[in-house]
């Protein structure tokens, strides 16, 4: 049991240190070396876990998912107590993120503008993640609209990917507030049809 839970731990160790390095420096600029050096581990240790630099990456970015849904449900539930409505909780979580230390933008597209390569299965996670991050605003605009989401949601979609990128170029938080708005006039306009 102590050897697996070793096993376990330099695992985590390597996830959490490439998640962070690949975020901060971005994926093709942070060598296997650099990794092995932060997390303390062995070569042999990493390999042993991710035969190649492509598999850490796909393992990153599924870990990265964990930890945005798992920031997302928080932060909406801590905003939810002060408002009863899911898509403005979600702009307040928002809101959070890009004021949060380091935020350097969304880690998923980062990766696809990264590895280029549409057949690369990072590429691919990160469309999934897109489409299932899509269907969480879906919805969002859903319980807020009812059965006229279906127009709003894919623009909703654009303000908020949009809002992430003009975060990072301006190094403000404040595209959100722009997002926001223009989410709930959309969402205003589509109850009254």
Known sequence: MGRTRETSEARQRILETADRLFYQSGIRSVGIDRIIAEAEVAKMSLYKH?????????????????????FFGSAM??????????????????????????????????????????????????????????EFLTGLVEEAVGKGAAKVAPAVGLLVEGAIVTAVIQGSP??????RDAALKLVTEAKGV
């Open 50 to 70: 991710f035969p190649s630099k492509d598999d850490l990456i796909l393992a990153v970015l599924k870990y990265r998912e964990e930890k945005i849904l798992e």
């Open 77 to 134: 539930e801590k905003h939810g107590k002060r408002t009863k409505d899911k898509l403005r909780a979600f702009f307040a979580a928002l809101k959070d993120w890009f004021e949060s230390p380091g935020f350097r933008g969304c880690a998923f597209q980062n990766a696809a503008v990264e590895l280029a390569d549409p057949a690369h299965a990072g590429t691919q996670f990160v469309r999934d993640h897109k489409r299932r991050f899509q």
């Open 174 to 179: 404040d595209a959100v507030d722009v997002a």
